[in-house]
C-alpha cells in the first residue's frame, strides 16, 4: 500500500507541474493537452488514494497506471512528440473506466 500511496502522491506533483505548465508555459494545442492531462491525472490520484483507504488496490492500480498512460501521451505530443500517440491515450483512459467499475463493483459487495 506505502508504494501504491507514493505512486500517487508522486503522480499528484506531476498533474499539478503539467497543469501549470499547460496555464502558463505554451499556447494553442499543447497548452490543451498539458491542461487536460494534468486534470485527468489529478483526479484520479484523488480516485487512487480513495481506493487505497477502502482496501481495494485493484482499482487503485488501473487508476494510477490508466492515468499514467492518458496523461503521458498528451504530456509527450505537448513536448512535440508525434501525433499517433494520440492513439494510445485511450489505452490509459479504459484502464481509468476500468478502474472505476471495478471500484463500484467492490463497493456494492461490501457489507453495510
Known amino acids: 500500500m506505502r508504494l501504491l ?9 506531476i498533474a499539478v507541474a503539467a497543469g501549470a505548465f499547460g ?4 499556447e494553442g494545442q499543447a497548452a490543451e ?8 491525472q489529478l483526479i484520479h490520484v484523488v480516485a487512487a488514494l480513495v481506493a487505497v483507504r477502502m482496501g481495494a488496490r485493484g482499482p487503485a492500480w488501473l487508476f494510477v497506471g490508466g492515468a499514467a498512460v492518458f496523461a503521458a501521451t498528451l504530456y509527450l505530443m505537448a513536448l512535440g512528440l508525434p501525433r ?8 490509459g483512459g479504459l484502464g481509468l473506466i476500468a478502474g472505476w467499475l ?3 463493483f467492490s463497493a456494492a459487495r461490501k457489507p453495510d
Open 5 to 13: 500511496t507514493a505512486l500517487a502522491a508522486l503522480s499528484g506533483a
Open 84 to 91: 499517433w500517440l494520440g492513439a494510445v491515450t485511450p489505452i
Open 33 to 40: 493537452w498539458l491542461r487536460t492531462g494534468g486534470q485527468y
Open 102 to 104: 471495478w471500484l463500484a
Open 23 to 26: 496555464a502558463h508555459g505554451v
